[in-house]
């Protein structure tokens, strides 16, 4: 949920959206990085020139204070409303969920779980094995599709 919490300077730079950006954790206090995809970027550059504003101001301003974010339950709330918009069960699509979801999609391409656990900012490796649900039949599979 730390996302609610970003700037505009955290995502734009020289009138353009950046590819990646930094948040930092409120449960850890690290920074994490992720990405901005093209299709992506264009939807927030857009917005951003509608509602103008300077590069301190929150990304996501709150509807009734625009000095402070938009609060999680909002947040939450938005994401409900764009999962039942496309016709997905808003049960199993949540803020939480999509991010869990990049996540596993990754682990399945790579097997690379240092690689996720940077991406998710956990401390630990068995963090991220809990995180992900790994289990012993994923490491088999893995196993079995590498060659030495």
Not at 101 to 123: C, E, P
Request: glycine fraction near 6%.
């Amino acid at each position: 949920m730390d996302l609610v919490k970003i700037r505009i300077s955290d995502i734009v730079c020289d009138r353009k959206v950046r590819t990646r950006a930094t948040v930092v954790q409120h449960k850890t206090g690290r920074p994490v990085q992720f990405e901005l995809m093209d299709d992506v970027r264009a939807s927030p550059l857009k917005w951003l020139e509608l509602r103008g504003g300077s590069l301190e101001d929150f990304a996501f301003p709150s509807r009734t204070d625009h000095t402070t974010h938009i609060s999680i339950r909002q947040y939450a709330r938005l994401v409900d409303e764009w999962v039942t918009g496309i016709g997905l069960p808003s049960e199993d699509y949540g803020t939480h969920s999509l991010r869990r979801t990049k996540a596993s999609i990754i682990y399945k391409a790579a097997g690379n779980l240092r690689a996720v656990q940077i991406l998710l900012g956990h401390t630990k490796i068995e963090s991220t094995v809990r995180y992900l649900g790994v289990d012993v039949e994923d490491a088999l599979t893995l196993a079995e599709g590498t060659e030495i």
